[in-house]
């Protein structure tokens, strides 16, 4: 089934550590995203990538990172983890940037940093 | 700046009545208009959306909006709630061609009883 795939699904990480989430799509989108999702704050944008080759910042960057080598995947790293991204991460894409075309969105990571 | 506001955090109703999630809206020029509907421990689905033309827009599972630029509001109805329609829902945002643009709502979870 085309979609986008989310991995891990959860992980409990230790302060300090590095994490990378992953995020593959099969559906040739050429625009993807990373959001957190935090109670009482709905999403929030991290990074973004209009198309392969390009990233750009969005509302919460600070902590993360991300890459855009290839149309398929956009893995979101945390060089050093904190507690206060114990979040849910959703990754998600659109065929072209803007959302002018609808934007499908994986199941999910949820973080929990201790 | 750009912002929306979903007043309402919790909204309890029973199955087979009306539903109307109110969505309030700051942008200064035309936006573009979404709403998501997110199941427990699922990512989001796109409902409807509203870019241009007919202020009244007819989406997925029977739901529809309705843009009231008096009002800067896109207020999401459906005239009978079943109970899988139970989740939370997100208004947002955004701007054409501006993929850091998309704003969240903090939601609103509904639930619906028998």
């Known amino acids: 089934i085309a979609g986008i795939t989310q991995a891990p699904t959860s992980q409990i990480l230790a302060a300090g550590r590095r994490m990378t989430l992953r995020c593959t799509q099969d559906?040739?989108?050429?625009?993807m995203y990373w959001y957190r999702q935090d109670l009482g704050l709905g999403l929030r944008l991290i990074h973004y990538?209009?198309?392969?080759?390009?990233?750009g910042k969005g509302e919460v960057p600070d902590g993360y990172s991300v890459s855009r080598a290839n149309t398929d995947d956009f893995p979101l790293t945390l060089a050093s983890a904190v507690p206060s991204q114990t979040s849910v991460y959703f990754c998600?894409?659109?065929?072209?940037?803007?959302?002018?075309?609808?934007?499908?969105f994986g199941q999910g990571t949820r973080l929990t940093v201790v | 700046a750009q912002s929306v506001t979903q007043p309402d955090i919790h909204i309890t109703v029973s199955e087979g009545a009306s539903l109307e999630l109110r969505c309030n809206y700051s942008?200064?020029?035309?936006?573009?208009l979404f709403w998501y509907v997110q199941s427990p421990g699922q990512g989001l689905q796109l409902l409807l959306k509203?870019?241009?033309?007919?202020?009244l827009v007819q989406g997925i599972k029977g739901f529809e909006a309705e843009f009231k630029r008096s009002q800067s509001s896109f207020n999401l109805r459906k005239p009978s709630v079943h109970w899988s329609d139970a989740a939370e829902y997100f208004c947002?945002?955004?701007?054409?061609?501006?993929?850091?643009?998309?704003?969240f709502g903090t939601g609103t979870r509904l639930q619906v009883f028998p």
């Open positions: 998600a894409s659109s065929d072209q940037p803007g959302y002018e075309t609808e934007a499908f």
């Open positions: 559906m040739r989108h050429n625009a």
């Open positions: 990538s209009n198309t392969a080759g390009t990233t």
């Open positions: 942008y200064g020029a035309t936006p573009y």
């Open positions: 509203y870019f241009s033309g007919d202020t």
């Open positions: 947002a945002v955004g701007a054409q061609g501006r993929t850091d643009k998309l704003i």
